[in-house]
């Protein structure tokens, strides 16, 4: 069963605007770590977060921010003001206690695609 | 530091051929894994060594072995290559798990072709 869900398979958006990444996940477990991972057109995977799950406070970092919201399963991505550079694609993933404790267990991916 | 090192990087194999990929890590961890990548299906484990001397299978492990021949090295192995395995391989590693799971670094993948 697919445990992340990424439902948008693909965004454009023009340069400077802001895009929002859905994540959303599936676990029984209590205790469980998400990321997220760009992969750009030369395709190296770049870690961008881990966030656990008691840790619900969002995170800032740069033009990128994160919103964890337990409540809805969703763990979600902002780029600011996007700049042709986050031409990427995506990745969320999950490492939860009962089926991938220190595995990955990857979306499909979303990409994006910023034109000037 | 170099970080992940993955060779080759481009490999053309003809149906039945056997090869093995070779991953190295410097960072010191514990962990590696091999992933494979196919279009609109984001990376699937084939299989981990969670520490150095241990190795378990992953969600699509079948065609394949490993070998963690040390704590920097784990090569994957493919017995007899058939086309279903045309793919990107990626290897990574990561401090490891325990009551903590740390991100994985990544290497920059191998691209095979069976044909």
């Known amino acids: 069963a697919q445990k992340v869900t990424q439902a948008q398979t693909e965004i454009s958006v023009v340069e400077k605007e802001d895009v929002t990444l859905d994540c959303v996940y599936e676990?029984?477990?209590?205790?469980?770590?998400l990321f997220w991972y760009k992969q750009p057109p030369s395709g190296e995977l770049v870690f961008l977060i881990r966030r656990n799950s008691f840790d619900e406070q969002n995170e800032i970092s740069g033009r990128y921010s994160w919103n964890f919201q337990k409540s809805t399963s969703s763990f979600n991505f902002t780029i600011t003001a996007s700049q042709v550079v986050d031409s990427a694609v995506y990745f969320c993933a999950l490492s939860d206690l009962t089926d991938s404790w220190g595995k990955l267990q990857f979306g499909a991916g979303t990409q994006v695609v910023v034109t000037p | 530091n170099a970080g992940v090192t993955q060779t080759p990087k481009f490999q053309v194999l003809k149906t039945g051929q056997s090869m093995t990929l070779q991953c190295a890590q410097d960072m010191n961890h514990n962990s590696m894994y091999w992933y494979r990548q196919d279009p609109g299906m984001g990376l699937r484990l084939i299989y981990y060594s969670a520490s150095e001397g241990t190795t378990d299978k992953g969600e699509v492990p079948n065609g394949y072995n490993v070998s963690r021949l040390n704590k920097r090295e784990f090569s994957l192995r493919l017995e007899s290559a058939a086309p279903s395995q045309t793919s990107v391989y990626f290897c990574a590693s990561s401090e490891g798990q325990g009551a903590l799971v740390y991100e994985q670094y990544f290497g920059p993948g191998t691209r095979l072709t069976v044909t």
């Open positions: 676990t029984r477990d209590t205790t469980y770590y």
